[in-house]
């Protein structure tokens, strides 16, 4: 049975002090959290080790790196790489997010390195994916993503995908209010599954996360998840409210 994930993309935000509060505040809330949904936290890199010391001991939260570098070691100053990460024990890393697409021009060769030295290196993926607006409009999003996949994980073996989750997240709708209905959302997972089960069959599709991602709010996120082909969210802005992440957590469907 495939996790139900609700998974907090801080991205670029919070201070130290910050960061251990929302921590402290998210553990200590009423969440129930059973054994087949996880809750992830993707920290900036300095954080990561603060905010998995005080996740230790606690199963159903994890941490995950928001990128690593798309080389394996040397002279790439800044860079963090997969195997560092391993060395910390983190277990997830973020890939293909739209603002390292974006910002920092990742295209599917760096992705695909990347992808690549993270699960060399036995770190569970996130790997992100979503069309922007005029792809959208042009009613032609299922073939952007699938070629997304295609582009950057189809090249790798039965075993090695299974340590994939996808968060599918329509640029439009990342940090903009703006939220695909739930039926647009099923409506891709559902062939984003179709295109990994063509490639690795069914039992492995099945088996994969697929979360969705775009202003996914306390608010909204019951009515998402409840999709079949819905297995969870990869949250940015409301990931910073305890609140907020903490009625995402309790939405996550049973
Ligand atoms: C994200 O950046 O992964 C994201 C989904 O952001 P937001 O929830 O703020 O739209």
């Not at 391993?86 to 277990?91: A, F, K, L, R, V």
């Not at 090249?155 to 940090?175: C, D, F, Q, R, T």
Request: charge should be negative; charged fraction near 20%.
């Amino acid at each position: 049975m495939r996790k139900q994930i609700a998974a907090a993309n801080w991205k670029m935000n919070l201070s130290l002090a910050e960061a251990e509060s929302l921590t402290k505040e998210i553990i200590k809330s009423e969440i129930s959290v059973s054994s087949d949904q996880l809750v992830l936290l993707a920290v900036p890199f300095p954080y990561l080790e603060k905010v998995q010391i005080l996740t230790a001991g606690n199963p159903a939260f994890a941490v995950a790196a928001q990128n690593c570098a798309a080389t394996k070691n040397g002279a790439y100053t800044g860079e963090v790489s997969a195997q560092m990460l391993m060395g910390m024990s983190i277990p997830y890393v973020l890939i293909g997010h739209s603002e390292r697409r974006e910002y920092f021009h990742e295209d599917h060769n760096i992705l695909t390195s990347k992808v690549d030295l993270a699960l060399e290196s036995n770190l569970n993926i996130i790997f992100c994916c979503g069309e922007p607006l005029f792809i959208r409009e042009a009613g032609n999003q299922n073939s952007y993503v699938e070629a997304q996949l295609k582009e950057s994980l189809f090249h790798l073996s039965e075993p090695a995908m299974k340590n994939v989750i996808i968060a599918y997240e329509p640029i439009w709708a990342i940090g903009t209010g703006k939220t695909a209905s739930s039926e647009q959302a099923q409506e891709i997972h559902a062939h984003i599954r179709h295109v990994i089960s063509k490639q690795y069959g069914e039992t492995v599709a099945q088996s994969i996360s697929i979360l969705y991602g775009g202003s996914v709010k306390a608010s909204n996120a019951a009515e998402i998840f409840s999709k079949p082909d819905v297995d969870g969210g990869l949250v940015g802005g409301a990931s910073l409210v305890a609140t907020e992440f903490t009625g995402i957590i309790n939405s996550l469907k049973r």
